[in-house]
Structures are given as C-alpha cells and as structure tokens.
DNA sequence: GACAAGTAGTTGTATATGCAACTATAATGA
DNA sequence: TCATTATAGTTGCATATACAACTACTTGTC
C-alpha cells in the first residue's frame, strides 16, 4: 500500500493563509513576550489583561469580559487573575449589583506598569510592524483582521 | 498622585493592530481545535505537525526543523513528537550524517489521519475564511502576512 | 413566593509547554 | 591529534492553562 498523499490539499490557498496566521501570530507574540519580560518583568497575558482594563474609561471589567476579550477559560481567567492581584497589579472588586461578579480594576501599580510595558511595546512594534508594513499596509490589515475576527466571536 | 493612564498610547493604531493579530489567532484557533478534536480526535498541534511533514516530499523533517517549523522549544518539541509518535501517526528514524539529529517521518496511519483532518479543517476554512473574504481579500492577507512573518523569524 | 433553570466565579485535576541542565555527537583549530 | 566549542535532542522541574464539577447567586415561571 502506497502512500499516496491523496489529493493532497496541503498546499490549497486557505491552508496556506491559515498556517501563515498560526505562525506570524506565534512568532511575534513569543518575541514580544520574550522582550516584555525582559524589559519589565511582565508576561505577555498580564499585559494583555492590563491593556483591556485601560482601554475601557472606568478601568475595570467583570472576570467573564477579560476571560472573553483575551480568548482564555473561566478558569484560566481565575487564576491568572490571581496571580495578576498578588502582584498587585488588579484589585478584585465586588460587584453591587450582582453579587455573583467581581470587578477586576487596574490599580496605580498596573496602570504604572502598563505604562512601562507600553514604551517596550511601541519600540518593539516600530520595529516588527511599521517597519514592515507602511500605512497603508497596516490599514488594510487592520481591516481584514477585524472581519475574518468578528465572525468568529459567538461561534 | 492620581493615575493620570499618562499618554496613554493604548489607542495607538499599531498596538490596536498587534491585539488583533492576537485575538483573531486565538480565537480562530482555538475553535479549529475545538473542531479538530470532536471530528478527528486530533490535538491542533499534533495537525500542524503533520501539516509541515506533508509539506516536503520526503515526508520527514528533523527535530529542530519541526520545532522551527511550529514555533516551539526543543524540549516541548520532544515530548510533542513523543505523544504523536505513540499514537502511531509519526516515527522516528536515525540520521546516517549525524549521529546526534533525528529524522521525524509521517506513517501511513499519519497520512490517513492528516486526510481525514484537511476535509474538516477546509469546511472549517469554507466556513471562517472564504465566506468573510472575498479571494483578493485572502491574496492582499497572504501577502501582508507573509512581510510580517518573514522580519520576525531570525528574531 | 418557591422552584427550576441559567449564570459568575472558583477549585481539583490533568496536561502541555518552556527553561535550564544534561548527554552525545560534530566541527573547529592549535 | 586532542581540546575546545557548538549543536541535536532529551529530561527534571516549574508553571500556565483547560475542563469539569462545584458553590453561590440571579432570573424566569407557575
């Protein structure tokens, strides 16, 4: 019996981007973790947690927002919350309304730390993204990215 | 001292891009696996290895080229081949020229097992790719992708 | 109001992965 | 030739994460 390969699909066009995907995602969010926590001491998922805490004006979230917004489990979420407040990053916070929730709030601390981390991030990104791809380029990606994301948020 | 969030450059166009290429690889990713397991029992990891076997016509790669290949540590490379090995899709085979490196070989079963994940990993290409982009949308992506891979690889 | 069903978060457990130390082999060069 | 240095792969150990079971609370229905 021959190994025949078959029809042999690897090479069709969508693989192909697929696995370009895979790879310059895990390219480059190994070098910047590597770099980031070189740099500040922070790994590449606090800065991620960080980041979405700054990016709404009340900063903070509920547990299943940052456990959505960064692609983990709920319980991935849990413990990496915990290992985010022990540094004192976050502060866990009750929720008033629903007794269920917690809050997880950006303190001084992070917001600090972010900020360090944000300074290493811009260099890094100068160097791997705008000297790569100009403007136009990284708009068009942008674009394209947020399609092919959006459709596959509810699954 | 009041948490000014200072420059707060978390809106900076290159680091919304950068949390994109993140988000969508995960969740892109993570529902491929999802997929890859219910259908085919098959771990992502384990597919992308033997996506890259298949890539070249000898069918087997050396350790340190599959660990390139799929942006992982030597080690975890090691016990990644080990699992697949025992689960029979793969084998490892001396190298006659050097004596400290390992070729890893696709089996028949491995080949088997890579047809039957290619047919559910193409729907899943259908149905997350090709109807969200058009095909020049895929080309224009491809191509972008392909800048930003290349500048990351010698790190 | 009370029970059923759903939701938010945590915890036990299993697993996958990285890093650093190690072994074995190869290449370099004095 | 022998010693040094570099490389390929494996292993011990630590850690991060997922899944499933669990608790606590809320929402919906009668």
Redesign the pocket.
């Known amino acids: 019996m021959t190994i025949t390969t078959s029809a042999c699909p690897s090479g069709d066009e969508r693989v192909v981007l697929f696995g370009l995907l895979l790879e310059t995602n895990a390219r480059l969010s190994r070098s910047l973790g ?1 770099e980031l926590e070189a740099a500040c001491d922070l ?1 590449l ?1 606090w800065f991620e947690v960080l980041l979405q805490l700054r990016k709404v004006p009340e900063g903070r979230l ?3 927002q940052i456990a959505d917004a960064i ?11 915990d ?1 985010i407040e022990e540094a004192g990053y976050v502060t ?1 916070e009750h929720c008033p309304s ?5 809050y997880v709030a950006i303190s001084a601390n992070g917001n600090q730390k972010l900020d360090e981390a944000l300074n290493v991030h811009l260099d890094y990104l100068e160097d791997n993204l705008a000297k790569r791809l100009d403007d136009q380029e990284r708009r068009t990606l942008t674009t394209l990215l947020k399609k092919l994301n959006s459709s596959a948020k509810p699954s």
Chains 1, 2 share one sequence.
């Open positions: 590597v790994p998922a509920k547990m299943n692609v983990h489990s709920s319980g991935g979420t849990t413990r990496l919350i290992r866990r629903d007794r269920r929730a917690i």
